[in-house]
């Protein structure tokens, strides 16, 4: 079957840096996606992979491995309002988007 | 003027009621998507309409309709609802509905509960 996993939550201190990893199963691979998500709020755009290696974008970066089924996002320096759910998903061989249930990421001062 | 705009924010309902929500996008998309949005849980695909056409149905069941009037708004009605329903209701909008890298875009959800 298809599945997506990350882990449900995750803390850090402001100022630092913070890994949140998503491993992935699916039926082909065409590409993975990071949301971000606020408490009551839609979620929005993070980033695209489709090719294996590190994307850069400011403070975030996403990093894929097709052969391993594994992806994560890095966050540097931390502010209060990346406090958010981080979703990860997956488009398969159909184009259709598996997703993970979230990561919630608390950031303390 | 933010590009997907849900309406309710929050609605509570009794398990007779009927009451529909809509969804309106102004980025000039050609695909419309509800999505169900529960605790903890993966976002559970609902519908798919492509340029007002449903093209996908993932078995949902027949207390969800939804309509698709316009390229540019997306309705869902609830009726006989059950409390398992109580969930966060997610519309989004995408250029097309399938190919490679093609984003989301979100409105901010309706937060249901069905008492």
């Known amino acids: 079957g298809q599945n997506i996993d990350q882990p449900t939550e995750m803390t850090a201190t402001e100022g630092a840096i913070v890994q949140i990893n998503c491993t992935y199963q699916t039926s082909g691979f065409n590409g993975l996606f990071w949301y971000q998500q606020h408490a009551g709020e839609a979620p929005t755009f993070l980033s695209y992979n489709v090719l294996d290696g590190l994307e850069e974008k400011g403070r975030f970066s996403s990093f894929l491995s097709r052969s391993k089924g594994y992806s994560y996002l890095l966050l540097k320096e931390l502010q209060m309002k990346d406090s958010a759910s981080y979703l990860c998903a997956t488009m398969d061989s159909n184009y259709q988007l598996i997703w993970g249930a979230g990561t919630k990421l608390i950031i303390k001062p | 003027e933010t590009g997907v705009t849900q309406t309710p924010r929050h609605l509570v309902m009794g398990m007779t009621n009927k009451k529909s929500l809509k969804c309106e996008q102004h980025l000039g998309h050609n695909a419309m998507y509800w999505y169900k949005q529960s605790a903890k849980k993966p976002l559970e695909l609902m519908f798919v309409?492509?340029?007002?056409?449903?093209?996908e149905n993932n078995s949902v069941p027949s207390r969800f309709s939804p309509e698709c009037p316009n390229s540019s708004h997306l309705f869902l009605h609830l009726h006989t609802l059950q409390p398992e329903d109580s969930a966060l209701y997610l519309c989004?909008?995408?250029?097309?509905?399938?190919?490679?890298?093609?984003?989301?875009?979100f409105g901010s959800g309706t937060q249901l509960s069905v008492l």
């Open positions: 309409y492509s340029l007002e056409e449903r093209v």
């Open positions: 989004a909008s995408s250029p097309t509905p399938t190919g490679g890298g093609e984003k989301l875009f």
